[in-house]
């Protein structure tokens, strides 16, 4: 087995091979003076299992066009199986036709992985489910969950309900809720454009709760500064949470959070976070969670039970 580093976040995959036990595989990765990428393995990969870490960044182009190119170099280096380890999903938010005349982009990412060899893909907390459906190679959707709940199992929340910032993230909310034994609440929020939301209604008893706002990712935080303001006049404690898996951070995000000022605002290393981006930010460790399905991959035991909650 032959753990391979993208050049989007190199200290995950510093992280997942010290789990492991093993040495990250030589690699190079570089620029043609024309910004066409190069990558070339640097030492032989022939009938072994390749895994190839890369996440989709602020440069998702680019990060993609690199995975593409890893992913071919090594099947035409006869590896053995292919495994594509990408934590955060690019073009995950435009995974069905929402408007006339738009491309499923997600669709395309997943055939592109597919054409340039990949034989296995595993990724954390998809946008949504139905993207694991685009594939047709294995694709193993994990699940930041348990690791969320370990965290806040210490803290001893007063009165804790999880909160789904819309309709469409509430089943991912629910299971949270249930996972922590907590109470559900949903905002009906609206989007007049894009990176814009509106929240207009609380829907749930969440009057002196602790509330925790949880999803799958933060992109500009508009939605988390609309969702406090609601959940305050509605009567919520000024103790309040949010958590999500990624940790985008586009445009104003960091003014947004800032201005939020949530008591903690709690993500994982799935993609590169800056410790210092905004105060009372927790940034939670996934290498132990990936190595271990490596672990139960390689043994050729079921993962189901790692990420079945």
Do not use: W
Request: hydrophobic share 45%; aromatic share 6%.
């Amino acid at each position: 087995m032959h753990l391979f580093s993208g050049s989007s976040h190199p200290s995950l995959a510093a992280a997942l091979a010290k789990e492991l036990g093993i040495p990250l595989g030589k690699i190079t990765l570089k620029k043609f003076s024309c910004g066409e990428n190069y990558v070339k393995f640097d030492q032989s990969l022939r009938g072994q299992d390749v895994y190839l870490l890369q996440t989709s960044t602020l440069s998702p182009n680019e990060d993609v066009m690199e995975l593409l190119l890893m992913c071919q170099a090594a099947k035409l280096s006869f590896a053995s199986r292919v495994h594509v380890i990408i934590p955060h999903f690019p073009y995950a938010r435009q995974d069905r036709v929402s408007d006339p005349r738009e491309p499923i982009s997600a669709k395309l990412i997943a055939d592109l992985l597919e054409v340039a060899g990949a034989d296995h893909v595993i990724f954390l907390d998809l946008h949504s489910d139905q993207i694991q459906g685009f594939f047709s190679v294995p694709a193993d959707s994990l699940a930041a969950r348990p690791i969320f709940r370990n965290y806040l199992h210490g803290k001893k929340l007063k009165d804790p309900i999880v909160v789904a910032p819309d309709a469409g993230g509430a089943k991912r909310a629910k299971k949270f809720a249930d996972l922590i034994d907590a109470d559900l609440a949903i905002l009906h929020k609206t989007r007049p454009a894009h990176h814009e939301a509106e929240i207009h209604e609380v829907v749930g008893e969440i009057e002196g709760k602790t509330c925790i706002l949880f999803d799958d990712l933060i992109d500009t935080a508009g939605t988390l500064v609309s969702a406090k303001e609601a959940l305050l006049k509605a009567g919520a404690n000024a103790e309040m949470y949010a958590i999500a898996t990624h940790a985008v951070f586009s445009g104003k995000a960091k003014e947004n959070l800032r201005r939020a000022a949530f008591t903690e605002v709690i993500v994982t290393d799935s993609m590169p976070v800056d410790p210092a981006a905004i105060p009372h930010l927790t940034i939670l460790p996934i290498a132990p969670l990936l190595a271990e399905v490596i672990r139960h991959i390689e043994s050729g035991t079921s993962v189901t039970d790692i990420y079945k909650h």
